[in-house]
């Protein structure tokens, strides 16, 4: 508990997944109510179980973050229930395998009508599915962030962390439509923060390094089951030698939510990536 976050709301999107269950229940244990926003409202519900059980306050919400009037009809709500908005934590995002050719690079057969069936190129992946992972990552932090913030200005502060990647950086292969959407995260994160900059409200982001999630699991194994070649050249890649837990994420969120550390930090996108960004790959 810290008597800062005493009466401070939170909300954090993605709040059933693997980051930001535990950032929200990282929220809880400072003392902050916690509204929990997710697709599914029985993931949310679970993760609400555990944060009761240790004694913290927070309530569910089941919400898409690419519709921007269910959005904004979630900030009306959660200002009614919990009576303000302090922090948001935009952890709702991710890449989906569809908008991935499965090649590396391209291959005269992929415009071919009888190309073999697992020749998957760029020409051959579901565009809708493309720009929908694209959406999730950009619209699905800007909804929120414009809805929420005119609660902040009202307030006359507030604090908002976006997800950015180490895609932000440098496209890893495969990943075009993820890695385009994370690069402007960091962008937005810069542009949002100026022009917020004198309402009180800051915007950061954070770049997690490789945080195993059920889906990024099938593409890279596990240390304890076996690591597939992607995920061996990831750890080879990161100078600690290993991959993050969510709760690694906690620490550079908590630095930039806190006024009293970070009132002067906003537009930045700060990595928490075991050194993955200190090598070149040479
Ligand atoms: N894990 C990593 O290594 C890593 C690295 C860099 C950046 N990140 C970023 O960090 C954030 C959290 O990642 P994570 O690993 O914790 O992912 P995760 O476990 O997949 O969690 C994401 C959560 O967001 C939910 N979600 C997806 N689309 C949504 C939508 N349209 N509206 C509301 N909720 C939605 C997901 O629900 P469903 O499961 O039902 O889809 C899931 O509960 C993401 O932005 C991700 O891109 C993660």
């Known amino acids: 508990m810290d008597q800062y ?19 929200a229940r990282d929220l809880a244990s400072l003392g902050c109510t916690v509204a929990l926003v997710d697709l599914s409202l029985e993931n949310a519900e679970k993760v609400a179980a555990g944060i009761r059980e240790n004694g ?31 922090i948001l934590i935009n952890g709702a995002g991710g890449n989906n395998a569809k908008a991935q050719p499965k090649i590396v690079e391209f291959d005269p057969r992929e415009l071919e009508e009888d190309r073999p069936e697992d020749l998957v ?10 720009e929908n992972v694209i959406k999730l990552n950009t619209m699905g932090t ?12 009202k307030q006359g502060g507030g604090s908002i962390i976006n ?3 180490m895609n ?19 962008n937005f994160t810069q542009a949002f923060a100026a022009y917020f900059a004198k309402t009180g409200i800051r915007i ?12 990024s699991k099938l593409i890279l194994g596990t240390v304890e089951e076996g ?12 100078p600690m030698g290993k991959f993050g837990s969510a709760n690694d994420m906690c620490g550079a969120i908590r630095w930039l939510i806190d006024d009293r550390a970070a009132g002067f930090v906003t537009g930045i996108t700060v990595p928490v990536d075991g050194g993955f960004l200190t090598l070149s790959g040479v």
């Not at 309530?59 to 229930?81: I, P, S």
């Not at 190129?121 to 493309?130: K, P, Q, R, S, T």
């Not at 690591?227 to 990161?238: E, N, S």
């Open 5 to 23: 976050y005493q009466g401070k709301v939170a909300v954090v999107t993605g709040a059933a997944g693997v980051i930001c269950s535990e950032v």
């Open 56 to 86: 913290g306050n927070c309530k569910t919400y089941a919400c898409n973050v690419m519709d921007r009037e269910a959005v904004g009809a979630l900030a009306d709500e959660v200002v009614k229930d919990l009576g303000r908005c302090d």
């Open 121 to 130: 190129g760029l020409y051959n992946v579901d565009m809708d599915i493309f």
């Open 142 to 153: 800007i909804y929120p962030l414009l809805a929420f913030a005119k609660y902040m200005v």
């Open 163 to 165: 997800f950015a990647s």
């Open 168 to 186: 932000t950086y440098c496209p890893l292969t495969r990943n075009f439509a993820y890695a385009m959407s994370k690069a402007a995260v960091a």
């Open 204 to 215: 950061n982001a954070v770049a997690p390094g490789f945080i195993l999630n059920p889906r």
């Open 227 to 238: 690591l597939t070649k992607r995920g061996q050249d990831v750890i080879d890649h990161t």
